[in-house]
């Protein structure tokens, strides 16, 4: 969003209206705010009442111009009615929004029910609702409701910018089903054909990064189904989707977005040795940024070129900071393994757990420690 959204005219329209403040949730200086705005994924976006310190309105993960613009306008409409009556549509979804906003996904799910069986038809909150909603029945782990909700919502918002997200949503929770249950199978086909109709159709505006992540669920249905010929024909297209908006980047900037999905994909096809040229580029282009070693890391390690793989991990430590540290320390974790050095794993996950407990409590994980001791204890 850095290098297509941000720099786009539109949101000049906007700009005047907001006190605009981008936190890095890395950094330990931020840790308070990241402890007080629930980040569950990034990017994420807060719209905050000044008054009261509380969110009116949140937007997680990416948006195009036109979502984030209409983000920004309803979100400072929000604002401005923020009394209204209670029982009231406008209420309804203030309650909803304030729930989502703390991340208290259970509850915010059931608020966004609430205010989608009460809106009426046509209604302009919808796909940003739909987006919202999904989103926190996903987090709060009630995969036949989210598949419910996708199938139901998405018909609905088919000409919006949020109808790919809807529909990539519901595979993946049509996926979560077990593999017991009666519908799993229809509903994974309906979504499927939802999903590649979103990839076939030549005016639907799709920033790369979301076709990636269409791109990524579709290899994962035929995955599950075990059809291995679609599968490969999918991968194909995803690298070379990938490979073309790289070269027809105009910037290095816009030409390392696409780094972490072209690194994912040479994984993914088992090529990672197709991911060195574009990720020295990068470093030679950001030399302060601790992304290109770390993602160099791990083609290395997929390639068994474990002194390389360390070399490129060592690089990245000494830029990295915070939480981000941990997936490095991971990977080098990984690299010791797989050259055989058992108590050099050890050593580097008995750092991450270390350096994990250390971290203050805005970006203090109990999770990420819990995986990372099950790691430790399962190296016997």
Known sequence: MKAFVFTDKALTSVAGQFAWLALDTEKATNAAAVEKYTVPAWPSFFIVDPQSETVARRWTGGASVEQLVAFLRDGRAALDSAAAASGTLAAKLAAADRLYGQGAYPGAADAYAAVVAAAPAGWSELPRVTDAYLFSLQEAD?????????????????????????????????????????????????????????????????????RSGIYQELIGARDDAGDGAAKKRLEAEWVAMLEKAAANARTPEERTSFDPHRISAYLEIGQPERAIPMLEASERDFP?????????????????????????????????????????????ADIFAGKGDKTGARKVLEQAIAEAKALPAGQRSERTISRLEKRLVGMG
């Open 142 to 210: 009630r995969t036949e409701d989210c598949v419910r909700a996708a199938s139901e919502l998405a018909p609905k918002i088919v000409a919006t910018a949020s109808y790919p997200n809807a529909v990539v949503t519901g595979l993946d929770c049509a996926l979560s089903l077990d593999k017991s249950a009666p519908a799993r199978a229809a509903l994974v086909a309906r979504f499927e054909k939802d999903c590649r109709a979103v990839l076939a159709d030549p005016h639907r505006q799709l920033a790369v990064d979301d």
């Open 288 to 332: 302060q940024d601790y992304n290109p070693p770390a993602r160099l890391a791990l083609a290395y390690n997929a390639m068994k070129q474990w002194d390389k793989a360390l070399a490129a991990s060592d690089r990245a430590l000494a830029k990295a900071y915070g939480p981000r540290r941990l997936t490095i320390l991971v990977t080098r």
